[in-house]
């Protein structure tokens, strides 16, 4: 099965994500081409040729030097129109949120999106995605003619496990075809807006607080264990945006990653918003009052029950 | 400025999912529903700017009859007036098809911006904005957490600020009419008030049938609980007895403490 890989990269560097991408590919049979849109991006394009592909594309235009969804829209669809393989993937960064839907429309083609699996079954790929917020995974198929389009959640493959070539695939430079003028979105620099004071990423030890924390007056309760376990303060994204916890102490896709040797999740449910940015802990405990809460299926240790009664219990054992 | 803001009925997240028989969707006829929350945020920005530049807020959504109460609930909080596109088959239906009926419900009323949720709590595609703006050929932006209005010039346009990956941000300019995907948290959601309830039932609600649906694109063929990728010790006994567990394996057995 053809496949065609769109990769991603951001002030030249290649996005991780780009090599589960290529990853997921190569499992689907291939021959697998690689298509890096940019602006003088020839020798990222050279350093994915390192995978064992059948060619890397740096398809360049001026006008793809800064992102936007009009321009990759513009120079992407007649290349995969030409191209014409069974299958296009992308890994599903918020920079492919932004602009696959349009090129799937643009091309009238059916897309599946943030699939965390695929396989081949008779000739057609079924690709497994999660709904109703990770409770149930569903298998889907796409309809109507190829190329079907797909992308993959961050972390659904390993970029690690991208076969490498012997040699060197091929590379080619080709010039997109964009209009300038008819880019409608005019995108300014990107920047930080935290001052990222917090570093999680360096903490042995993270509780991290959800939903179920239920109100401000509660935080000081999951502050009291993470002093007694000697961790830091973290939150899913619904508690920072309520301005419960800094922004700079939130976990996921839109916050920080984190892999700690203990992570305690107290009422959070495990969203995959949230999952991706811990999933990669070493020890992962869990309290919740809801026994089917997705987060338990990542747990390592976990507790089914109330944690405004279940957290004072652990911070009166620890203290023994 | 004329606004659109579509808006999804969804089951609760408290609601428990359950599987039926043909296991290709969940047992939803006891669920319980409410307002996608990424929607209530696209809600309550489109009543700020309206706020702030006048205008109309008319609420949108696609899906049974059930979405009523969705559509009155964005009444009570401010909208103007609402289009419900109405048919069965979207319940269930693929992005393409949902974003199809939306925009044959909001081409005619020429629109100077639509708002939605960045993605929906059920399905979670994230296309159905994106699918949307491109229906209606006009420009878009997503997973925005600002939004300004430039009125100044003679053809009004758009600053919107954009969140990406890892704690970066950035700020994109595009003219109007455009579709914006709107961000969880962007602003601080306001609730029906007691007054705002009972003018609702005075605000117009326009019933239209749902376009023929178009060939279905994503079709699902089997829903299944995930299998667990991890084998969970699930500590049980009293709050006290677990918490005395699991501080007892996490120093002697994992001996992370």
Redesign the interface.
Known sequence: MTVLVIAEERGGVINRASWESIAAAQQLGGPVTVLLPGAGVAAMAAALAAADVAEVVALEHEALGAYTPDGFVQALAPVIAAAAPALVVAAHTYQARDFVPALAARLDRALVTDAIGARVDNGRVVFTRQMFQGKVNADVVLEGPPPHVATFQIGAFRGDAVRKGGAAAAVRTAVAAVDRATIRQRPETPFREAKQAVDLTQADRIVSIGRGIKGAEHIPLAQQLATALGAELAASRPICDAGWVPMERQIGSSGQTVAPKLYVALGISGAIQHVVGMKGARTIVAVNKDADAPIFEIADYGIVGDLFEVVPAIIAALSR | MKIAVCIKQV?T??W??R?DDAKTW?RDRDASWELNEPDAYALEEALRLKEKHGGEVIAVSAGPARVSQVIREALARGADRAIQVEGDALATAD??AT?DALAAAIKDEHVDLVLTG?QS???????VG??L???LGV?????IMEVEVDASNAAPGLRVK??????????????LP?VLTI???INQLRYATLKGIMAAKKKAVRVVAAPAAP????????????????A?????GS??E???E??R??RDE?R??
């Open positions: 089951v997240r408290e428990q999912v599987i969940v992005a393409w974003a960045l709590d059920d399905q979670g595609f994230a296309q994106v699918v703006a491109e229906r420009a878009h932006s997503t997973i954009r969140e990406l990956e890892g704690g970066w941000f950035q700020w994109i300019a595009m003219p455009a961000q969880s948290g060939a279905t694109r994503q079709r699902i063929t089997a829903i299944r609980v995930p299998e667990k990728s991890k969970t010790r699930v500590i049980g709050p006290t677990a918490a005395k699991l501080v394996v996490l994992v992370v403490l």
